[in-house]
């Protein structure tokens, strides 16, 4: 069965602080993603990881990819309030009955406090 | 600009009513995707396809049906509304089947 899960699944943090979501996947994967949604609103892509050792960042966020541990990580540089929101990552299959269905993780709630 | 629409943004419908979303898209994608978002269960894929008259079944079809008679457009019908398939009901579509998915608004769908 695929799984994707993340942790920590609620994440409060104080502004200037950092800190590590994690994204493990069960299965062998094409390609990893990351997206955001803020409360009420449609998902927001941020990343594409394509292969073992990707690394990819933008401002404070910076992603990178494990295929070998299928792990993910989301790290967040000097949290600003502005952040706040929920992290899903989500994962598409390299083939066969899984390709290009993303299965996402449970989501993490970030909250970011002054 | 291209983009991709939902209709409608929210929806209150009976127990047993057959209900119809839309989706809408501009990029001619051949990738559309429905999933539905509960929390605690991130999104869950309810049906797919990846051209015009193909469609297959997610993980949760069940009480879910879909057609594509076009490019554009990828409705997904619920045959006989339950309180089960309250939920927000999103629509994604991609260039090809293994390239990052563009999301729609989103509906929000209660079953009373």
């Known amino acids: 069965e695929l799984k994707v899960e993340q942790n920590p699944l609620f994440l409060s943090m104080q502004e200037g602080k950092n800190y590590t979501i994690y994204c493990n996947y069960s299965t062998t994967s094409d390609r990893l993603y990351w997206y955001r949604q803020d409360p009420g609103k449609s998902l927001e892509s941020l990343f594409v990881?394509?292969?073992?050792?990707a690394v990819k960042q933008e401002g404070r966020l910076m992603a990178s990819l494990d295929t070998k541990a299928r792990l993910s990580t989301l790290h967040i540089t000097a949290a600003v309030h502005d952040l706040s929101a929920t992290y899903f990552c989500?994962?598409?299959?390299?083939?066969?009955?899984?390709?290009?269905?993303?299965?996402f993780g449970q989501g993490t709630i970030l909250t970011v406090h002054p | 600009d291209a983009e991709i629409t939902q209709s409608p943004r929210h929806k209150i419908t009976e127990t047993g009513r057959q209900v119809t979303l839309a989706c809408h898209q501009t990029w001619n994608h051949n990738n559309m995707f429905w999933y539905r978002q509960d929390l605690g269960h991130g999104l869950r894929l309810i049906h797919y396809?990846?051209?015009?008259?193909?469609?297959n079944k997610g993980e949760v079809s069940d009480g879910y049906s879909v057609s594509r008679s076009n490019t554009e457009d990828l409705p997904l019908t619920l045959e006989s509304a339950a309180s089960s398939q309250t939920s927000v009901y999103f629509c994604?579509?991609?260039?090809?089947?293994?390239?990052?998915?563009?999301f729609g608004q989103g509906t929000r769908l209660t079953v009373v």
């Open positions: 396809s990846y051209g015009v008259q193909d469609t």
């Open positions: 989500a994962r598409s299959g390299a083939g066969g009955t899984s390709y290009g269905k993303l299965t």
């Open positions: 990881l394509l292969s073992n050792g």
């Open positions: 994604a579509s991609s260039e090809r089947p293994n390239t990052e998915a563009f």
